[in-house]
């Protein structure tokens, strides 16, 4: 199975305008074969596919491929690439998308990027679920009625464990439209800031950040089509942890928080604001990935909290 992108928002090479990465899968365990990274296609599917040819992956010895996947939009590319690799003549399969592989390339790009990359990454049901409660999120507005000086106090129960966080709707201001997830039970202080900056936020700290399509990184905006964002959407999500050494790409929990928190933020605001002093709980359950749930009590809390 072979990946190729443009990754030159990503990783820069001197002398190089653009950048090319590819990935080489082995289709059946999804294993990386190979990764190499050039300025142009050509030179980057070569260097995959040599170090495809030559390393040994786990228990699978190198060997020529009797079929070769890639996306249909680099298929002749991966033509020209195999010609020149002398591998025979493997049967070319293009396929329109397959995502698990893609979400690999993903991770790849974003350890690439400078975020640290999880150990157990969420599953495609995680993304795709993630994926369609962001967009109720977004189709909700619930920054027309929320302000980022009223902090939402949001207890999560996921896969039988709790976790509190401070939920701040962002973009009343119009300059950050999101939802930011503080761990613990208070916001830190100067946090407040419309667009935090991720150096500035928390370990723990979950962000959904929706932007204008091309101020979403490349890798974010993919995946989010993949998984059925409107492709005409006025804004494109980007889904980003804070980890204890800076932003970090999400964990399968953390995404699974991240969609019942929103769940619980589109709930309050079906209610709207109220005053603080009568604001009650919210409680909600969320079906998740794999037939489980999660459920949330989200409280409207006094803007000086």
């Not at 001197?14 to 365990?29: K, W």
């Not at 930011?180 to 935090?196: C, D, Q, V």
């Amino acid at each position: 199975m072979v990946l190729l992108r443009d990754v030159s928002h990503a990783v820069h090479i001197v002398g190089e305008d653009r950048v090319m990465a590819a990935l080489v899968l082995h289709a059946e365990t999804g294993l990386v074969l190979g990764v190499s990274i050039s300025g142009t296609a050509a030179e980057a599917l070569a260097g995959a596919f040599d170090a495809a040819l030559t390393n040994t992956a786990a228990d699978l010895p190198p060997a020529s491929p009797a079929r070769v996947v890639s996306l249909v939009e680099v298929a002749p590319e991966v033509h020209k690439a195999i010609a020149a690799a002398s591998l025979g003549s493997p049967e070319l399969i293009e396929a329109g998308s397959f995502a698990e592989a893609e979400d690999t390339f993903d991770s790849l790009v974003g350890h690439m990027a400078g975020r640290a990359q999880p150990a157990e990454p969420p599953s495609t049901e995680d993304w795709s679920l993630l994926v369609g409660q962001a967009l109720a999120y977004l189709r909700a507005e619930p920054w027309a009625r929320w302000s980022d000086v009223v902090p939402l106090g949001l207890q999560l129960t996921v896969d039988g464990v709790v976790a509190n966080y401070v939920a701040i709707v962002m973009g009343n201001a119009g300059i950050q439209r999101g939802l930011a997830l503080y761990p613990g039970m208070t916001l830190p202080p100067g946090l407040r800031s419309p667009r935090p900056a991720l150096e500035a936020t928390p370990s723990g700290t979950l962000l959904l950040m929706l932007d204008r399509p091309g101020e979403t990184p490349d890798e974010f905006a993919g995946k989010a089509l993949r998984y059925g964002w409107p492709a005409d959407a006025e804004y494109l999500p980007t889904f980003v942890g804070v980890g204890p050494y800076g932003p970090s790409d999400l964990a399968g929990a953390d995404a699974q928080r991240l969609q019942v928190a929103l769940a619980g933020v589109v709930a309050l605001d079906s209610r709207g604001p109220v005053l603080a002093e009568v604001a009650r709980a919210t409680p909600g359950r969320v079906a998740l990935a794999d037939g489980a749930h999660g459920d949330f009590v989200i409280t409207q809390r006094p803007p000086s909290q």
